[in-house]
């Protein structure tokens, strides 16, 4: 069963189209790769399922929910998180606050009880707390949760953009060129991460340029240019075509 599917959906800017007609499932449990030229729409789709963008035409569901017309927040609070190609830190917090931020999609507490630390926003701070470390632990950073991100290496900046979007433990995970920048070893340490986290049950959707990493990681291939599908399918079926 897919727990999202893209039905023919079209997206222009102007006079440009940035995705044309575009249909593809992603079943439970599954990594699956978007590759393509640049311009091929590869980024705009992910906008397009995160609610960044709003699509022209056609239709996305998520757990046969509609997610057309829903906010970015909310889609997240369905149980969707992402990544961004160019970072999307906080450079004047720490690395545990940012992470931290990830939780926003789940949190209660209204504003007037957190300005005045009432019982049950500190209860709330601490279980936050909680669940941001043991996001960085699970991408091996807690020994740098009270660092502020700015002083961090590129590599480790991207891991604790992962770690934020794992804190709030969703279904489906999107990585926009997650191993991009990054030298050999911090992309094994990537591909480890996502395999360990796909291994429990989350599903993953990837956009990277990366061809060695994204046919090692991946179970599933599509392949965009100029905003179509031009093929689909496991990575050894993708490598042998001629596309």
């Known amino acids: 069963m897919n727990l999202i599917e893209v039905k023919r959906i079209s997206k222009a800017f102007g006079g440009v189209k940035a995705v044309v007609g575009l249909t593809f499932g992603l079943r439970r449990g599954v990594i699956k790769g978007i590759i393509g030229p640049n311009g091929a729409g590869k980024t705009t789709v992910f906008n ?38 160019n970072l999307q830190l906080f450079d004047n917090m720490t690395v545990i606050e940012n992470v931290m931020v990830g939780l926003h999609t789940r949190t209660h507490s209204e504003t007037f ?40 290496p ?15 433990d969703p279904e489906m ?3 926009d060129e ?3 920048g990054l030298n050999a070893q911090e992309i094994q340490r990537l591909s480890d991460l996502i395999r360990e986290v796909n291994a429990q049950g989350k599903t993953i959707l990837i956009v990277e ?7 090692n990681i991946c179970q599933e291939i599509l392949v965009l240019n100029y905003g179509k599908m031009i ?10 075509n001629n596309i």
């Open 48 to 85: 397009l399922i995160s609610g960044i963008l709003r699509i022209d035409s056609g239709e996305i569901l998520f757990k046969e929910t509609s997610l057309n017309r829903l906010r970015p927040y909310q889609i997240a609070f369905l149980g969707i998180s992402r990544t961004f190609q």
């Open 113 to 152: 009880q957190a300005l005045f630390k009432l019982g049950s926003s500190r209860d709330e701070e601490r279980f936050i707390f909680k669940k941001a470390l043991a996001a960085l632990q699970r991408v091996n950073m807690e020994s740098r949760a009270f660092e502020e991100v700015s002083g961090l």
């Open 154 to 168: 590129y590599g480790e900046q991207k891991r604790v953009e992962i770690a934020r979007a794992l804190v709030s």
């Open 173 to 175: 995970i999107m990585l």
């Open 178 to 180: 997650p191993a991009s």
């Open 209 to 215: 340029h990366n061809m060695r990493f994204i046919m």
């Open 231 to 240: 093929a689909e399918g496991p990575p050894s079926q993708i490598s042998t």
